[in-house]
């Protein structure tokens, strides 16, 4: 299995994992109901500040499990969705943030990136 990554809804960067060599920032995970949960250095596998975003997602759709969260996401149905922002006042909305098609590591070497290590 790779790794799972988003684009922030509020910055529009690619959330970077602690081994790609892309410095890492500090994300925010929130729910629908005003919690948050910050994550300084993300390792890649879906965990900020210790709450697991398939988890959190299944726990908004009335589930409980990582297995079923995923199961939600890659459904083809409507479903509540966690938020990823780097603003710690971003305020929950009712929109999927956008998977990271280089899964926070693939990144293409050749691009001039300032957030390079």
């Known amino acids: 299995m790779g790794f799972f990554s988003w684009?922030?809804?509020?910055s529009g960067k690619s959330i970077a994992?602690?081994?790609?060599?892309?410095?890492?920032?500090?994300?925010?995970?929130?729910?629908?109901?005003?919690?948050?949960?910050?994550?300084?250095?993300?390792?890649?596998y879906g965990i900020f500040g210790g709450k697991d975003f398939y988890e959190l997602l299944a726990e908004m759709n009335g589930k409980k499990t990582r297995d079923e969260g995923i199961e939600i996401a890659f459904s083809?149905?409507?479903?509540?969705?966690p938020n990823l922002s780097e603003d710690s006042l971003w305020e929950w909305v009712d929109e999927e943030p956008e998977h990271c098609p280089d899964q926070g590591y693939f990144y293409d070497d050749s691009e001039d990136d300032e957030d390079d290590l």
């Open 76 to 81: 083809k149905k409507r479903f509540l969705s």
């Open 17 to 44: 994992n602690q081994y790609s060599g892309k410095k890492t920032f500090v994300v925010y995970l929130k729910d629908n109901k005003g919690n948050s949960w910050e994550e300084t250095n993300y390792d890649g």
């Open 7 to 10: 684009i922030t809804q509020d």
